[in-house]
């Protein structure tokens, strides 16, 4: 398994805004694409917003190439979300799931 990590930061007034936006439209997408095996939404505050960090799980890096492109380390961040946000990871961090 490999976990894809990407960290944003959003302006505290849109912060229950974005976790619905995951919650109700992100999530539910990636649960129909093939190898996508779950994923986690983590929060915390800070002096100049909220910072998320979303760890999803995948069965493979060809898997995440079919949901990300041929460059697998290009953050997807659709246009909806970064008009929540104060500034977000351009690149994603993968790490092979030893246990």
Do not use: C
Request: charged fraction near 25%; avoid cysteine; proline fraction near 2%.
């Amino acid at each position: 398994m490999i976990t894809r990590h990407w960290t944003g930061r959003v302006k505290p007034e849109e912060a229950q805004n974005y976790i619905n936006y995951l919650q109700k439209e992100i999530l539910p997408h990636l649960r129909n694409l093939d190898g996508f095996t779950g994923a986690g939404i983590n929060r915390r505050s800070l002096e100049n917003g909220i910072e998320f960090l979303f760890v999803s799980n995948w069965a493979s890096l060809e898997h995440i190439r079919a949901f990300a492109g041929e460059n697998i380390e290009v953050a997807v961040v659709a246009e909806k979300a970064q008009k929540m946000m104060l500034d977000f990871d351009k690149e994603v961090r993968h790490y092979e799931v030893l246990e």
